[in-house]
Every structure is written in structure tokens, then in C-alpha cells.
């Protein structure tokens, strides 16, 4: 934006207009969240202490280390799945296998997070369909069929949630690749794989940064999947925080741990926000 | 992969669609079956009878389902309305006018889609429960409509930010009133972002899980809460078929996306 060219004039009035969306995300995002960090470091009369952070330590350490475990290997995955399908959408020479792909990969797109929880529960269960399918075909033995509603199942739930949407971002920020920088690349004899690596990839450096970013943040904060997939220790987080305001009223600890995946969020979130500040900057 | 015969690459390229096409519709065609299962254990690969038992069941004019539905739906317009009357505003002065503080302005939308949201929620719920508004469907919208307000001024901001300024000079200069002009040539032509945007908070609000979790109890009961009670109560027929009334929406929208927003837009969404 360069100068004002809106039909309604003056700071005046656009500070009016902007208001009340900044006083709700004001209000009832921005105020909550400082207050956690308030209530987290606040003893029982009112002084300052690292008493609930140790306390999380004590109990919650292994829980920590498997939800960053468990964020950091989605979002790995995520990006993999989505680089392959992206690039295949873009740089495949087989029309028909493209728009197969096109229509398959997004279906659960809009699915929200805790019907892919129930739809994990029972199709990775010991009896589930895949287990079902997999001893149909021969692949494995009956006995040796195992329940992967744990870390395994966790981890798929999300990659089957979030790629489809990492996918849609970064096909549609190749296909804004100058088609002559691929043309020139397959001219002097690239093979596709080079060419999504060396030329395309870079590109879109930007994009997929900031889709895998966005999905680590809102994975950290899912309780939904860890709640119905693995509610057992060690768990995640947030099924730890659910645990503590619902069965001890302990919001303090509660604040610590939210605060500790905040903390794991942080590194994610500055990434993205430069990003997106630089991108807003720049139009 | 060029050296290898086509027919070699052919059913390679059919084998890895076939895998990917069960990795998406396994869990789904899962659901279906669980959905009009009447007796299925285990070890039986397929249910033993299906039947509509549950369906009736989910269906009975004072059922749960029925009256979370209900909630659902009427909790989502609320969002809906309550977020569109001021991202509309706020997404126009982002478009269109000169903001003091715009760099701060824009970070703290952003906000919501970079920071996790439980801390967020749990703080809400304790407040809420001190004033009151613990299990109202007014602390639910409230909770509902501070986040999808985000994606709503992004996309409004983006949807005015398209509209062709010359269009809007044109008609100041034909003697509309700002306000006149605004209501007959901005906002017609922005329409399409905004009922994207509309759909989106919609969705959004039909599908929230956590927030709903920690501010809704114990009295209002969404359909995500319903199927999650029914999931762990170990009633897999009830949820999925909650389930299935969930995902109608969602797979709608993921079918018809494109023609509210062109890919450029989408891509600006989480920006």
C-alpha cells in the first residue's frame, strides 16, 4: 500500500474501523494468553516463583521431550508428503496420474482434528481395516497384528490431517514458478527430481516454510488426537493440561506446561512471523 | 526413472496412487462401515449385520445428536455474524486506508494462527467461570469468533484489497456518497472473499474442538463434543455417524473451494 486510496478518508476513521476487531483479539486472545504467563509464575500468596515450572519438570519431562518428538517427525513428514505431491502436481508428465492426484489428495483438507482422531481410532485399532487389509493380502501374519493407536498413530493422524493443506499452499506457489526456469532446466536434460530440487524448491522456499510452521503451532495445541488415540502416559501436552484443570483444578501447573509448549512453539513462530511480515512489507 | 519401460512406470504410477487413494478413503470407507454396523467385533473383518438401529437412534426427536446439531449450527452463525460485522470494517481499513502502527496491527492477527491456542483457553475458561459465562453459548461465540475474526479480516482484507479502485473513483465522480459507493460497488464486488471468508469462520466454528472443551462445559454440547463423549465411551457407531455429519460439511467446502476462492487467495490465507 503506498497511499490511501480507500473512499472513506482520515486515521480517524479507519483506527474506528479497525477497533473492534482489535479489541476482541485483544480481549479475548492477547489478555488470556498474558495472563498465563502471569498465573504460571505467581505463588499461592501472590509472590513471584519458578515453583510450578519445577513441578511440571518433575512430572512432565518425558511427556515434553515425546509431544516435540512426536510435532517435530509430523512436521518432517508433512513436508516430505507435501514436497512429493506438489512437485508431482507441477513437473508430472502424465496428465491423467495429475489429475487423479489433484482430485485425491485434498479430501481431508477441511476435516477437522478430532474427526481424524475418531477415524485413526478405529481404522489403526488392533481389529482396524488396515490391519484387516494388511493381513488379507498376505503382508502380515494374524498374530502379529498390533494396535498402532500410540506415538504411530498420533503421528499419521496428523500427517493425514495437516499434508493436504501443506500441499495446497505449495502447489499453488510452484505453480506460480516461471514455467520457462522448469523448460529451460528440462531442455538441457534435468530429470524432474533435479529440477524440483535445484529449481522449483527454492522458489518456494518461502511457502512451505510457512506451512509447516503454521501446522507445527496448531499441532502442539491439538488436544483432540492425543486425547483419543493415546490418552495414556507418555502423552502430549495438552492432554497433560486437560488433566490438570480437569481432575486437580491446578491451573497454575496447567499455565507452567502451556507455557513450556509455547516455548517449543516460540522458535516456529518467530520464523513465521518474520515471514509474514516481510511478505506483508513487500506487496 | 526414464530407462524403464513404460508399462514398468505405468503400474508403478497406478500402485502409488492405489496405496495414497487407501491412505485417504481407508479411514473414511472405515466410518461408513462403522456408521451402519449393527454387531461388529472383533475378529470379524467386516460387521456382521448393518442395519439403521443407530441412525434412529442419533436421529429421535429429543436426541442428543439432534439437539447438538442444533447448538452447533446456531453457535456457528452467531460466529459467523459476530465476526464478519468487525473483520468487514477492520478488513477494509487494512486494505484500503493508511493505519498508524500497521506493522502491529497486522502482527497481533496473526496471533492466532502462530501462537498455541490452550494456553489462550484455559485462561478463558477460568475467567469465564468467574463472571459466568462458563457453559453460555455467548462464551462459546466469544471464544469461537476471537479466532476465526482472524482468518475473516485476512480474507476481507485480501477480498477488498482485489476490488479495481478506478471502479470506486468512477462512481465518487458520478456524485455517490462514500457510503453510497461503498454499498453498490466495494462491497458487491468483494462479495465473493467475503462469503469465502464467511464459509471459513462457519466451518471453523462447527468444527472447534478444544476451545469448546474448556469453556463450553458442562452445558453446551457441540457435535465435535457429542462425538468425542461417544468415542470414548467406546460407542463407535453414535460417533461415527456424528462424525459423518460433521465431515458433510467439511468435504463440501473442500469440493467447491475454488470457485469462492481463486488459489491466489487461498495462498494468502496463513500469511
Known amino acids: 500500500m503506498t497511499a490511501p486510496m480507500g473512499i472513506f478518508r482520515g486515521r480517524g476513521v479507519a483506527l474506528a474501523l479497525i477497533a473492534p476487531a482489535l479489541a476482541v483479539v485483544g480481549l479475548f486472545f492477547v489478555a488470556p494468553l498474558v495472563m498465563s504467563g ?243 512489507e513487500g506487496k | 526413472m526414464s530407462a524403464l519401460p513404460s508399462s514398468v512406470r505405468m503400474i508403478f504410477r497406478a500402485l502409488i496412487l492405489a496405496l495414497l487413494a487407501f491412505a485417504i478413503f481407508g479411514p473414511l470407507l472405515n466410518l461408513l462401515l462403522w456408521a451402519f454396523a449393527e454387531r461388529w467385533y472383533f475378529p470379524n473383518k467386516l460387521p456382521l449385520e448393518f442395519g439403521l438401529t443407530y441412525w434412529y437412534r442419533v436421529f429421535q426427536p429429543r436426541g442428543n445428536a439432534l439437539a447438538s446439531l442444533g447448538t452447533s449450527v446456531w453457535i456457528a452463525v452467531l460466529t459467523v455474524a459476530f465476526s464478519l460485522a468487525v473483520a468487514i470494517p477492520a478488513g477494509y481499513a487494512l486494505a484500503r486506508l493508511k493505519l498508524p502502527w500497521r506493522g502491529a496491527i497486522l502482527l497481533v492477527f496473526l496471533l492466532p494462527q502462530a501462537v498455541p491456542n490452550l494456553p489462550v483457553y484455559v485462561n478463558i475458561a477460568q475467567v469465564f467461570y468467574q463472571i459466568g459465562l462458563n457453559g453460555t453459548i455467548l462464551g462459546v461465540v466469544l471464544v469461537h469468533a476471537s479466532h476465526g475474526l482472524v482468518l475473516a479480516v485476512w480474507i476481507a482484507s485480501a477480498a477488498f484489497a482485489s476490488v479495481d479502485t478506478s471502479l470506486e473513483e468512477a462512481s465518487r465522480n458520478l456524485g455517490a456518497s462514500p457510503w453510497t459507493c461503498f454499498r453498490t460497488v466495494t462491497l458487491p464486488l468483494a462479495m465473493p472473499g467475503l462469503i469465502a471468508s464467511a464459509i471459513f469462520v462457519f466451518l471453523e466454528s462447527l468444527d472447534e474442538f478444544t476451545g469448546t472443551y474448556f469453556v463450553g462445559v458442562p452445558d453446551v454440547t457441540t457435535l465435535p463434543l457429542l462425538m468425542f463423549n461417544a468415542t470414548m465411551g467406546g460407542n463407535y457407531q453414535i460417533s461415527s455417524i456424528t462424525a459423518l455429519l460433521l465431515l458433510i460439511p467439511s468435504i463440501g467446502f473442500m469440493l467447491v473451494v475454488e470457485r469462492f476462492l481463486k488459489a491466489d487467495v487461498l495462498a494468502m490465507v496463513g500469511r
Not at chain 1, 518433575?58 to 506438489?86: E, K
Not at chain 1, 485413526?120 to 488396515?130: I, P, S, W, Y
Not at chain 1, 495414556?232 to 496447567?254: E, L, Q
Request: proline fraction near 4%.
Open chain 1, 38 to 280: 502471569v498465573v504460571a509464575f505467581r505463588g499461592k500468596g501472590g509472590e513471584f516463583t519458578l515453583e510450578h515450572f519445577r513441578k511440571s519438570f518433575d512430572y512432565y519431562t518425558t511427556d515434553l521431550l515425546f509431544t516435540l518428538a512426536i510435532v517435530l517427525l509430523s512436521t518432517l513428514l508433512i513436508g516430505l508428503v507435501a514436497i512429493a505431491i506438489a512437485g508431482y502436481l507441477t513437473l508430472g508428465g502424465h496428465p491423467r496420474t495429475v489429475a487423479v492426484l489433484r482430485w485425491l489428495y485434498r479430501w481431508p483438507l477441511f476435516i477437522p482434528f478430532v474427526v481424524a482422531g475418531q477415524l485413526m481410532r478405529t481404522f489403526l485399532a488392533k481389529n482396524g481395516m488396515l490391519n484387516h487389509v494388511l493381513i488379507g493380502s498376505g503382508l502380515i501374519e494374524p498374530l502379529s497384528a498390533q494396535s498402532l493407536l500410540d506415538w504411530r498413530g498420533i503421528v499419521v493422524a496428523f500427517v493425514w490431517k495437516q499434508a493436504p493443506f501443506v500441499t495446497l499452499l505449495l502447489a499453488g506457489a510452484m505453480a506460480a514458478v516461471e514455467s520457462q526456469h522448469i523448460e529451460a532446466a528440462r531442455n538441457l536434460g534435468a530429470r524432474r527430481l533435479r529440477v524440483l530440487v535445484d529449481i522449483v524448491l527454492p522458489q518456494v522456499r518461502g511457502t512451505l516454510l510457512v506451512g509447516l510452521v503454521l501446522s507445527f503451532v496448531t499441532m502442539l495445541s491439538v488436544l483432540s488426537v492425543p486425547l483419543m488415540i493415546n490418552p495414556n502416559s507418555p502423552t502430549m501436552v495438552t492432554v497433560d493440561v486437560a488433566y490438570r484443570i480437569s481432575t486437580h483444578g491446578d491451573y497454575p501447573v496447567a499455565n507452567a506446561l502451556c507455557l513450556l509448549s509455547l516455548a517449543l512453539a516460540a522458535i516456529g513462530a518467530v520464523f513465521y512471523l518474520r515471514h509474514a511480515a516481510a511478505q506483508v
